[in-house]
C-alpha cells in the first residue's frame, strides 16, 4: 500500500597495541574502498533512466588526507552524488541546492550528513563512508553492504527532508529531526519493496549502533535535547515503515525489534504522516519525474550479492 501512494498522488495532485592508528585507518579505508567496490560500481548500471534536475549541483571537494584521495577519486568516478540525486530530483526546488563531499573536520565527534540552510548544501563527509564500512550486522539481518547502501540513502534523506522543509517552508509541529525521520521512512517506501527494505534496514542499524554506544559509554540519554534519542527515533522509523508496508517489514515485529504494542498503532502513525505529506509536500513534486524515479531500481538485490 506505501508504495504506491507516492505515484498516485503526485499523478492526482501534481539518505591495540603495536599497530599504529594510522595503519588502523589505512586497513578500514582498504576496507571500505572494497565495500564500495561491490555496492556503489552496481549503481549506475541499474539505472537505465537519466533522471536530471537542473536545481541539482554537485562538488567532490578533494581531501588534504592523502588517505581519503583514492575513495575521492572512486566515489567522483561512479558519480555516487549523481545517484543520490535521484531521490531528490522529483521535488521542484525553489533555489538551487548542492549535494557535496567533502571532508570532515578532525575534531568531528562522529561523521555525520548535514544540510546547511545558509548555503542550501547537503553535505557528506568522506570519513562517513569509513564508519559506515566499520559497520558489521549480523547475517541474519542484513548483509555489510546492505548497511553501508541503505545507511547512506537513509541518512540523505534525512537531510534533503530537512532542505525541503527549510527551503519550501513547511509548516511543522515539532523538531525538525523527528518529523525528518518520519518523512525520510515515508520517501524510502515510495521506490519499492527492494529500496525500502535496505533504506529500513541500514537506517535502523545506524540508530541502534548509536544507541549502543551510548549504553557502553554509560553515558545518561539527554532527555533535554530538542529531538528524540536515538533508540526512539529507530523505533519511530521502523514504525512508519511497518504501518505503510506491514508485510515488508514484517519480521521486525516477529523477531521483537519492534513490539506488537506500538506495531498494531503503526498504520494509523503510517497514515498521519501520508496526510501531512499529502497536504504539504505534494504540490511540490513533479508528477512525471516523480514517475520515472519510481521506475528505477536505484538499490537491486543483486547488487549485495
Known amino acids: 500500500m506505501g508504495r504506491a501512494i507516492f505515484g498516485k498522488a503526485v499523478a492526482r495532485d501534481a539518505r591495540s597495541g603495536g599497530i599504529s592508528a594510522a595503519r588502523i585507518r589505512g586497513a578500514v579505508m582498504v576496507a571500505v574502498l572494497a565495500a564500495l567496490s561491490l555496492t556503489l560500481a552496481p549503481l549506475r548500471a541499474t539505472a537505465q533512466i537519466d533522471l536530471r534536475n537542473d536545481r541539482i549541483k554537485f562538488d567532490y571537494y578533494e581531501p588534504r588526507d592523502p588517505k581519503l584521495v583514492p575513495l575521492y577519486e572512486r566515489l567522483q568516478r561512479r558519480q555516487v552524488l549523481e545517484e543520490l540525486s535521484q531521490f531528490l530530483a522529483p521535488v521542484r526546488w525553489p533555489k538551487t541546492i ?4 567533502k571532508e570532515c573536520p578532525a575534531g568531528t565527534r562522529r ?23 566499520s559497520l558489521q550486522p ?7 553492504q546492505e548497511v553501508i547502501v541503505g545507511g547512506l540513502v537513509g541518512v540523505v534523506l534525512h537531510e534533503s527532508a ?18 525528518a525521520d518520519q518523512l525520510a521512512a515515508f520517501i524510502g517506501l515510495q521506490f519499492g519493496d527492494d529500496v525500502a527494505r535496505v533504506v529500513i534496514k541500514g537506517s535502523y542499524f545506524l540508530w541502534k549502533r548509536y544507541d549502543e554506544e551510548i549504553v557502553a559509554a554509560e553515558r545518561q540519554y539527554d532527555f533535554a535535547a530538542r529531538s528524540s534519542v536515538p533508540r526512539q527515533r529507530m523505533y519511530n522509523m ?4 511497518y504501518g505503510g508496508a506491514s508485510q515488508t517489514f514484517k519480521a521486525f515485529v516477529d523477531q521483537g525489534d519492534l513490539l506488537s504494542s506500538r506495531a498494531e498503532n503503526c498504520p494509523d502513525e503510517y497514515r498521519l504522516v501520508r496526510q501531512a505529506f499529502l497536504k504539504t509536500i505534494v504540490p ?6 516523480m514517475a520515472k524515479a519510481r521506475s ?9 550479492k
Open 296 to 304: 528505477i531500481k536505484c538499490v537491486s538485490p543483486d547488487d549485495f
Open 111 to 133: 561523521p555525520e550528513i548535514v544540510y546547511s540552510s545558509v548555503e542550501r548544501s547537503i553535505s557528506i563527509c568522506y570519513q562517513l563512508l569509513a564508519f559506515l564500512g
Open 162 to 179: 530537512r532542505a525541503i522543509f527549510d527551503m519550501l517552508n513547511i509548516p511543522r509541529l515539532g523538531d525538525d529531526d523527528d518529523a
Open 238 to 241: 521502523l514504525c512508519i515503515a
Open 284 to 289: 511540490y513534486i513533479d508528477a512525471d519525474m
Open 98 to 101: 548542492r549535494l557535496i563531499m
Open 138 to 144: 549480523p547475517p541474519a539481518f542484513a548483509s555489510r
